[in-house]
Nanobody, 123 residues
Framework: QVQLVESGGGLVQAGGSLRLSCLAS???????MGWFRQPPGKERDFVAG????????YYLDSVKGRFTISRDNAQNTVYLQMNSLKPEDTAVYYC?????????????????WGPGTQVTVSS
């Protein structure tokens, strides 16, 4: 059974940092992975993606220079380091495995999703 479990969310003040982790089990970890977020009352949006080798990374423009996606294939874990957090980064953050072909930013390319972790940034 495929399972993705996020951790590391929480409440942080603006300017602070958080590191999200996503542990994958039940699937070969040779998948491109992505992080998405869904603010209250809004659609789920792409935040960052990483190839299965880790050689290629992709970011939403508004998080470039602040967020870093990485992965440890030996630990079946993908990370999202978030620095200089802003109140507009507040959302539920989801980890996903890219099961189908398509661009990293397209939710339809991802076949496996975690339950999400809440990130709240106070001003």
């Amino acid at each position: 059974q495929v399972q993705l479990v996020e951790s590391g969310g929480g409440l942080v003040q603006a300017g602070g940092s958080l590191r999200l982790s996503c542990l994958a089990s039940g699937l070969p970890f040779r998948y491109a992975m992505g992080w998405f977020r869904q603010p209250p009352g809004k659609e789920r949006d792409f935040v960052a993606g990483i190839s299965w080798t880790g050689d290629s990374t992709y970011y939403l423009d508004s998080v470039k220079g602040r967020f870093t996606i990485s992965r440890d294939n030996a630990q079946n874990t993908v990370y999202l380091q978030m620095n200089s957090l802003k109140p507009e980064d507040t959302a539920v953050y989801y980890c996903a495995a890219q099961r189908y072909s398509g661009p990293a930013y397209d939710t339809r390319a991802y076949g496996y999703w975690g339950p999400g972790t809440q990130v709240t940034v106070s001003s």
